[in-house]
């Protein structure tokens, strides 16, 4: 395996792990490799130092190889979600995401793919003003922007991706 350090495009810094050289430019280019912090699939590796251990190390890492990680109780039959994990930094970060998205959604209405249209209708005056969240095409948040219409996209977590 190799441990990489990976940048985003928005110049996030996490790492990785890949069987090759190869393996991470061919996920890279299919688009599985993303950001944990803002999902960007434009992601590059970084400079990196050769880990040299010797003949002992290797034994032990070989060894600890060998030992199954534990899986919770209550992992579910079949294939298995895999995150890079961020540096302590971006892990904090990416908490304090979780809980921000967590207090809009518990505070707000759910109105799924209709989000644009009853946007405007409170923005208008037609329904009463209440906070919402929902899904928005490109166009559609576009458009509301044009109209003055005031609206700030849920932060995207890693987990969303999966």
């Given at each position: 395996?190799?441990?990489?350090t ?23 280019k ?23 251990q ?9 060894e ?7 899986v ?66 490109p ?7 044009e ?16």
């Open positions: 395996m190799i441990h990489y990976l940048t985003c495009d928005s110049e996030h810094t996490f790492e990785g792990w890949f069987r090759s050289s190869a393996d991470f430019d061919l996920q890279a299919q688009g599985h490799v993303s950001c944990p912090l803002c999902g960007s699939t434009a992601v590059t590796r970084g400079l990196m130092a050769p880990n040299v010797s003949g002992r190390a290797r034994d032990e890492r070989q600890a190889a060998r030992v199954p990680a534990p919770p109780a209550e992992a579910p039959e079949g294939p298995r979600q895999m995150m890079m994990v961020p540096d302590p930094t971006q892990r904090a970060m990416l908490e304090a995401l979780r809980e921000l998205r967590q207090k809009i959604t518990e505070n707000a209405t759910y109105v799924g793919d209709k989000f644009a249209d009853e946007a405007r209708r409170m923005h208008h005056g037609e329904t009463e003003a209440r906070g919402i969240y929902g899904e928005a095409t166009e559609e948040a576009a458009s509301l922007a109209e003055g219409i005031v609206f700030q996209p849920l932060p995207i977590l890693p987990e969303d991706r999966n």
